[in-house]
């Protein structure tokens, strides 16, 4: 008896370590194809899983609960009493194989059937006790609508689909969430025998199958003879449905980080508009020229719509052209200013040379290669004058403009640079960003200064960090209100003639060669960024900012004004100061409270700038002349320029001290890159 007992606890412990050892491959369910629907749910794209298959995560909860209980019916009466093997079912078909000499059913039940399809095997005895000893495995891991969930999600409907979702929005362009009796007939039929009854290429195998279904539906007393009746007469589909394709690059790049359904920001109806707008919008060129375009919620900073190209089918199409690091032109401009005025260097209306003017070996001219001599600085940024920018970036230093930018989350690339410095050629483009960095600033242009990432989630649409703060509001405000009374596009009234029309504050840009045309605005509570060009980078003639982009920057502004897509938000109106007191106002630090260092503020990381550069080190508030330290040595000021300058001894991480006349001090941990 002891002996027995002991054989017994054997078993016992050699199934379960088999048990354990070789497991289910229940891994496979989880690989369903991605779907990304817009902020409301509604669907935008979704990507086929290997082989081109596509295979949706079945919920109960939203499949008809009528079709559950007929498939039932059909397919495991007992389904929901036996633990995955059915052994009324199994000594049924036992006695009648051996009654007619041959198998005629094969007592699978719907856990077997999961445990196949996860498994193909030949149709064979081995291959069935192989089912049973896994459909036992399954029954012990999950639940009973956990597994009709997983069979749901992997039965075969024919061709390249799987699961009774993706048959329901293939077959019938729905969701199965509410099917009529025709259809769920035809749904229960097709796993048995999915290729030959596929209603698309085999419509008549397909209506035979459906009425032998609804016939056993009767007598499982699933449906009534009438409404069977009616369900015999109903129409197949025909053909396949195309499921919607929205915002393709977008979607592909949030579905590679994630399976199943990812709830974008997108707004599918502002994105269907804005892919129609953009593909119109590049068949006035005749070059093969493409477009692309962000539309962003300033205040959330949540991507509303992005069109990576003017289709798959152009050329280069595939290539998401808000992504591609491209040579900005002049759209960097309006932080230069921002920093000057932060910094009381200049004002709206301080006045500028724009006259030809070296800089070392570098002579930059105007677009129109003419002069104009002195102007004021709202008008040097308002027509882009090249000239007075380089001054001002010589001014605050492309180092410190480049640290900043860096800490906004914009990453210059300098490719093409020996020793991969920023220089000043960055004021007018020389160096690459993309797109989405782009809308990044020109959204925190809009609110203040204050820089966050763009979101692409509504997961991530609640801000858990700190904003940056790229400059101060009313910076923000006064360079808003520059580029807002900007010279208007040829046939566009000014914004403010009109009472109804967004007030918008843009700027345009073009690269070198005329290989990127770029506008980027803000107004109305949302951020357009427009680039037109060819995908592979080549020039396109005469094609600038201004003509080539501003125009679909502007078609963007007037379809979120026309479907009343309007957020709070405005521009306001800022009245210069004469250049003398502007100076005067900025320049004069408050001593009301301590110094701040505007560069390099705590945490930033800045490149070598190499030993004859140097940092130039700037701070506002506090009481005025300032005394500078670095790891505790201070540092003097330049005789010409009267600022402290650092140099850095190398790579590493140092401690930056400004201490005002009044003994006050702040500090700064800056790190230095080695550059490459």
Do not use: C
């Amino acid at each position: 008896m002891r002996l027995r007992l002991w054989g017994v606890l054997a078993a016992i412990a050699l199934i379960a370590v088999m048990d354990l050892a070789f497991p289910p491959p229940l891994q496979r369910a989880q690989a369903v194809s991605p779907l990304v629907v817009d902020r409301e749910g509604q669907w935008l794209h979704a990507f086929a899983v290997d082989e081109g298959r596509w295979r949706f995560a079945a919920d109960l909860n939203a499949i008809d609960p009528g079709f559950v209980e007929r498939l039932i019916a059909i397919e495991d009466k007992r389904y929901w009493r036996h633990w995955g093997v059915d052994p009324l079912a199994v000594l049924r078909a036992g006695l009648t194989s051996a009654k007619s000499g041959r198998i005629v059913s094969g007592a699978s039940t719907i856990t077997m059937q999961t445990a196949r399809l996860m498994e193909p095997r030949p149709r064979n005895l081995q291959s069935k006790l192989v089912e049973m000893i896994r459909a036992l495995q399954i029954e012990r891991r999950l639940s009973k609508k956990q597994i009709l969930e997983l069979y749901l999600t992997l039965a075969p409907y024919g061709g390249n689909i799987e699961g009774v979702r993706a048959a329901s929005l293939t077959y019938f362009d729905k969701e199965p969430v509410r099917l009529t009796d025709a259809e769920q007939a035809l749904l229960i039929a097709l796993p048995q025998a999915p290729e030959a009854r596929r209603p698309d290429l085999k419509a008549a195998n397909a209506k035979i199958a459906r009425a032998a279904m609804l016939d056993k539906l009767i007598l499982a007393g699933a449906i009534t003879p009438v409404r069977a009746g009616e369900a015999r007469d109903a129409t197949l589909p025909a053909a396949r449905k195309t499921y919607p394709r929205f915002a393709y690059h977008a979607a592909n790049r949030l579905a590679q980080s994630s399976s199943g359904i990812v709830r974008s920001t997108l707004d599918r109806l502002m994105q269907s508009r804005a892919e129609a707008m953009v593909a119109a919008y590049v068949e006035r060129f005749d070059d093969g020229a493409t477009a692309s375009l962000l539309i962003i919620d300033n205040e959330t900073r949540a991507v509303r719509a992005a069109v990576g190209s003017s289709g798959l089918a152009a050329k280069g199409g595939w290539i998401d052209l808000t992504a591609a690091v491209r040579s900005p032109g002049s759209t960097l401009k309006p932080f230069i200013y921002a920093l000057a005025f932060e910094d009381g260097v200049a004002g709206p209306a301080s006045v500028i040379d724009d006259m030809p003017r070296n800089f070392g070996d570098y002579a930059p001219e105007n677009f129109d290669r003419t002069f104009r001599g002195e102007v004021r600085v709202r008008e040097a940024l308002q027509h882009s004058l090249n000239v007075p920018a380089v001054t001002m970036l010589d001014r605050i230093g492309a180092a410190r403009f480049a640290a900043v930018l860096r800490a906004a989350g914009v990453r210059l690339r300098t490719p093409h640079r020996a020793d991969n410095k920023p220089g000043l050629a960055l004021a007018l483009g020389g160096a690459g960003v993309t797109a989405q960095e782009i809308a990044t600033l020109y959204a925190a242009l809009a609110q203040g200064g204050e820089v966050r990432p763009l979101v692409w989630t509504v997961e991530e649409e609640t801000p858990i960090a700190a904003p940056y703060s790229l400059f101060s509001e009313a910076t923000a405000k006064r360079v808003s209100a520059i580029l807002a009374d900007a010279p208007s596009l040829a046939g566009r009234a000014p914004a403010k003639l009109s009472q109804s029309a967004t007030r918008v504050a843009f700027k345009t840009g073009t690269s070198y060669g005329y290989r990127d045309a770029w506008a980027a605005g803000h107004g109305g509570g949302y951020t357009v960024v427009a680039w037109v060009g060819h995908a592979d980078g080549s020039p396109r003639s005469r094609a600038t900012g201004r003509k080539a982009a501003a125009p679909l920057l502007f078609e963007a502004f007037d379809m979120l004004e026309r479907n009343g897509e309007r957020l709070p938000g405005t521009i306001e109106e800022i009245d210069d100061q004469p250049a003398g007191q502007m100076l005067a106002r900025l320049g004069r630090p408050r001593r009301d409270r301590p110094p701040e260092i505007t560069f390099p503020r705590s945490g930033v990381e800045v490149f070598e700038s190499g030993a004859m550069r140097g940092f130039a080190l700037s701070a506002r508030g506090g009481a005025v002349g300032y005394d500078w330290y670095v790891n505790g040595e201070r540092l003097m000021r330049e005789e010409t320029s009267g600022r402290a300058v650092w140099r850095p001894k190398g790579p590493g991480f140092y401690d930056v001290t400004v201490v005002d006349r009044e003994g006050r001090m702040a500090k700064s941990k800056v790190r230095v890159i080695a550059s490459r």
